[in-house]
């Protein structure tokens, strides 16, 4: 029998995976189909800008850009006479179609245990779940001692995905040492970093592992209640977790008598309302009890008194996905991938100014120059590289002479940056760096809570400062104000937000001073994206004129013959920047601010 998985994660869905999936199971059930298939609508394959994606087993195919005029196609040539549909297939870098994802050079050089499950199963059947080991994890944790699987988180290096690094074991071996109960535990999934769909393909694709993971850390810590904190834009999410609940418990994997042996453990869905601050374990838990989401100050510990004034462990979505890995296949298994202080791997959400953008799992320790030049396959339009921002909106801004640094919890520290919880934006040469740093501090102006002063204040004095420099009244004296700023709010502020929210500005500042001063000093942004401070010019003797740059303006600015050089009436330039996005051979240059 053939399997057919059609990915229906949220972005292969957005582009027609359902009516792809509903054709394929309308013409496969009539009688014009003699080869017998099995429709399965899996999560995130990863490789979103391909969608809709379609694999075939045992054959290994895997198609691209699927459409629902394809499917006859793949059920008369491929299902019926082994033969390849060519115009499906990928392309790789030398121009040669590939057969499989083996062959692909976005999934090769890829490791994945968090997402091992990921594209291959049904989050909506737990008997693909179970059938992939699933579950096994769990009946092992219950014939073992609280410490000794607390022992084997510990020997796997275990540390937390969600961006603060801390190691799971310490965590669980602490809540366990309180003898006060209730005590809790809960998953993050408040997703909140532009760009980043880590968890929300985890949660969409593979719900039973957050759930397994989650039941053997009650195991751990003595636990009879868990909620899974589920961010309330993530429809898919939520639907999937839910039924991934409701199947759990009717086979006994959780509720009142698990697995037969009379331990319990109920687990419920909270939906955040979206507010990025909920994503810090104190503002998430006050969140979770119905309470305004803030933060409070962390003399006292969640593991001490979380939800409720009670012992709570919190993890992220992928810690606990990696949890049923580490018990079933030992902690040593785990421990030897990655880095000395780093084990595992990472996943990461590639997105940005490159090639091949998606989701991403390596080993810990894989530099940026192999995610961004192998995995991603360069820059688009081989643009030169500038920047790559880590960490979201509260991460650094990494410059090309570092993209050699392994990317691991403390590296990145190092230098000012961030791995975060796995956000990966990469910018070209179009990319000013003074505009990113002011986009991600007017982020997170506006997703401060404002219970403290540092936070509240400095990023509103951060994003006054930065719209200065940005639309040409900067002076040389603001940076020294800004880098004082981002000292006083990262010695200061009260939770983790306020304290990293700095680092695009601080590594910005370090990296690219030269972008500031040539917006100060020369009242010209290099990127050509302030508008304020660019003027466009088109070079006569680039020019083919091919007329496209005059068909995308929307000012009309620009005029001039078919295949004779066009012009741009700076007068009517609204700085828009179409023009450049538009023309294939370069012609369009700026210069820095005239009077219009």
Aim: charged share 25%; aromatic share 6%; glycine share 12%.
């Amino acid at each position: 029998m053939k399997t057919i998985r059609v990915c229906c994660g949220t972005g292969c869905l957005a582009n027609g995976s359902a009516k792809v999936a509903e054709e394929f199971e309308r013409l496969t059930a009539g009688t014009d189909i003699s080869v017998e298939c099995d429709i399965k609508r899996t999560g995130c394959n990863g490789f979103c800008e391909n969608g809709p994606l379609v694999t075939i087993l045992p054959d290994e195919i895997s198609y691209y850009h699927v459409k629902v005029s394809d499917v006859k196609d793949i059920l008369e040539k491929t299902i019926e006479n082994g033969e390849l549909v060519q115009k499906l297939l990928y392309k790789n870098d030398k121009g040669e179609y590939v057969k499989s994802q083996d062959e692909n050079p976005f999934y090769a050089p890829q490791m994945k245990i968090a997402l091992r499950n990921i594209g291959k199963i049904s989050p909506a059947h737990i008997e693909d779940y179970i059938e992939s080991g699933g579950y096994e994890g769990l009946k092992k944790a219950l014939s073992m001692t609280p410490e000794e699987i607390i022992d084997e988180i510990d020997a796997s290096g275990l540390r937390g995905r969600g961006g603060a690094g801390f190691p799971t074991g310490r965590k669980w071996r602490t809540a366990l040492g309180y003898d006060n109960f209730p005590k809790y535990v809960a998953c993050n999934g408040d997703e909140g970093d532009p760009g980043a769909f880590m968890d929300r393909s985890i949660l969409e694709g593979d719900p039973h592992s957050v759930i397994e993971g989650l039941a053997i850390c009650a195991l751990a810590i003595g636990s009879e209640q868990g909620y899974l904190y589920i961010r309330d834009e993530y429809n898919l999410a939520v639907k999937n977790v839910k039924k991934a609940l409701a199947d759990a418990e009717a086979a006994g994997f959780i509720g009142d008598d698990i697995c037969g042996t009379g331990r319990k453990l109920h687990l419920e869905v909270v939906r955040g309302g979206g507010a990025f601050v909920c994503g810090e374990s104190t503002a998430l838990m006050q969140s979770i009890e119905g309470k305004v989401g803030e933060p409070r100050a962390k003399y006292i510990r969640s593991v001490q008194r979380g939800l409720w004034n009670q012992p709570t462990v919190l993890n992220n979505v992928e810690t606990l996905a990696n949890v049923p890995y580490i018990i079933s296949h030992g902690g040593a298994e785990f421990a030897s991938v990655g880095t000395e202080k780093s084990k595992g791997t990472k996943v990461f959400a590639l997105v940005g100014k490159v090639q091949r953008t998606g989701l991403v799992e390596v080993p810990m320790g894989t530099t940026l120059r192999e995610l961004i030049f192998n995995i991603g396959g360069g820059l688009k339009g081989g643009r030169p590289f500038k920047a790559v921002q880590t960490g979201g909106p509260s991460g650094g801004c990494i410059p090309e002479s570092m993209l050699d640094l392994p990317v691991d919890f403390d590296t990145l520290k190092e230098y000012g940056a961030m791995m975060g919880s796995g956000g990966m934006i990469v910018m070209d040469d179009r990319s000013c760096m003074v505009d990113v740093a002011r986009y991600y501090v007017n982020f997170l102006c506006g997703e401060s809570c404002g219970k403290c002063t540092p936070c509240r204040e400095g990023l509103k004095q951060m994003l006054e400062i930065l719209t200065d420099i940005c639309e040409g009244r900067g002076t040389m004296e603001d940076l020294d104000l800004l880098e004082a700023l981002g000292e006083t709010m990262i010695d200061c502020s009260l939770c983790a937000l306020g304290k990293s929210a700095p680092n695009p500005v601080l590594t910005t500042l370090k990296y690219f001073r030269d972008e500031y001063e040539a917006h100060i000093l020369e009242h010209r942004c290099p990127a050509g994206v302030c508008k304020e401070l660019t003027t466009f010019r088109i070079d006569p003797e680039a020019c083919r004129g091919c007329t496209a740059c005059a068909r995308a303006c929307p000012a009309g600015a620009i005029s001039g013959s078919v295949k004779q050089p066009h012009s741009i009436d700076v007068s009517k330039c609204i700085s828009c920047g179409s023009c450049r996005e538009t023309c294939r051979f370069n012609a369009v240059m700026t210069e820095g601010r005239q009077e219009k």
